[in-house]
């Protein structure tokens, strides 16, 4: 299915000449964070709820034109970028327009979620590993080699948290066991954040510090 099947347009953007106690009206109808507005057809941006529910309900909308916040993505935008969209404007709902500027109306963030749901990353059986190394060392070629070479698949990889030094990933390796993908990526001086349960490295170093405790405790 296409991500533009997606696209909802059983709510029509307001008039900027309508007045906020109708868009504060559509709030309380609905639950979306946002609701689009048009000027002589054209559209403008979104008014929040927040914005809405502070000004007086007698006011037209053009009154409060200044919190139209403009954003969109196009229907050639891929869902990765319109997932960051949501996330950027803090949005529940993304007007879409297309290359002449035409509203075609709205995607929901739900429906992208499920969309990112779908994806192999979540879908498919498989074990999550956390990993950490310097910003300037990692490779995401070696990180590839690293976990085909002991005949596993990567289902996907995303950078999950970087500092000025430092960068976490996260990747979905096909469901098979992680030890040896783990005591690889020690070997390339990937310090491992959060692996599977299979990590016997750990556990070995845990089984060895409890017999030290009771033997020094003989």
């Not at 109808?29 to 502070?54: F, M, N, R």
């Amino acid at each position: 299915m296409q991500l533009q099947d997606f696209v909802i347009n059983d709510i029509k953007p307001l008039s900027i000449t309508d007045k906020i106690s109708d868009l504060q009206m559509l709030f309380n109808q609905l639950t979306y964070s946002h609701i689009p507005i048009k000027k002589e057809g054209v559209y403008l941006g979104c008014i929040s709820e927040t914005d809405a529910h502070c000004f007086d309900g007698e006011k037209s909308i053009n009154d409060c034109n200044y919190t139209i916040e403009g954003f969109f993505v196009r229907t050639t935008t891929n869902w990765l970028d319109v997932l960051e969209a949501f996330a950027e404007h803090d949005s529940n709902i993304m007007p879409v327009l297309d290359e002449s500027n035409t509203y075609l109306g709205y995607y929901e963030l739900n429906d992208i979620i499920h969309l990112f749901n779908e994806t192999p990353f979540f879908a498919e059986p498989g074990g999550i590993i956390i990993i950490e190394k310097g910003i300037h060392d990692y490779s995401f070629s070696e990180i590839s080699q690293i976990v085909e070479s002991n005949d596993a698949k990567l289902l996907g990889a995303f950078i999950s948290k970087m500092s000025t030094d430092l960068v976490q990933i996260t990747l979905k390796i096909s469901n098979t066991s992680l030890n040896d993908i783990i005591q690889t990526f020690r070997r390339y001086s990937y310090n491992i954040i959060s692996g599977h349960e299979e990590d016997s490295y750990i556990e070995s170093l845990k089984e060895r510090s409890q017999y030290l405790d009771k033997y020094l405790n003989m």
